[in-house]
């Protein structure tokens, strides 16, 4: 059974920075893509960044380009997400996802690509 465990939430002031991180149960290198996700309360679920597992390329929300960064260490099953210069808009559940087929461009930041999804991990920017 596929597991992803999300960690490294927290709460922060503005300005601050937090890094998740993202254990995958499976050999990563099955899925064609991976992101983080984010959930505000009373929000639809959004996506973050997505990376792109054998190539690296990676895409990011307009939201957070230029703060965030999305990684990933193939050989240790595990996803990160550097987040710096954080916002109290920030705050939310981040989720893990992962996709086993392609997904194209314009939904790569949709949740419908990603069959597969961690529980989440709060965090909480304060202003």
């Known amino acids: 059974q596929v597991q992803l465990v999300e960690s490294g939430g927290g709460s922060v002031q503005a300005g601050g920075s937090l890094r998740l991180s993202c254990s995958v149960s499976?050999?990563?290198?099955?899925?064609?893509?991976m992101g983080w996700f984010r959930q505000a309360p009373g929000k639809e679920r959004e996506g973050v960044a997505v990376?792109?597992?054998?190539?690296?390329?990676?895409y990011y929300a307009d939201s957070v380009k230029g703060r965030f960064t999305i990684s990933r260490d193939n050989a240790k099953n595990r996803l990160f997400l550097e987040m710096n210069r954080l916002k109290p808009e920030d705050t939310g559940m981040y989720y893990c996802?992962?996709?086993?087929?392609?997904?194209?461009?314009?939904?790569?930041?949709?949740?419908?690509?990603?069959?597969?999804w961690g529980q989440g991990t709060q965090v909480t920017v304060s202003s």
């Open positions: 990376i792109f597992i054998s190539g690296g390329i990676t």
């Open positions: 996802a992962a996709a086993t087929d392609f997904v194209p461009r314009t939904t790569r930041l949709r949740e419908s690509g990603y069959q597969y």
């Open positions: 499976v050999d990563m290198n099955g899925y064609s893509f």
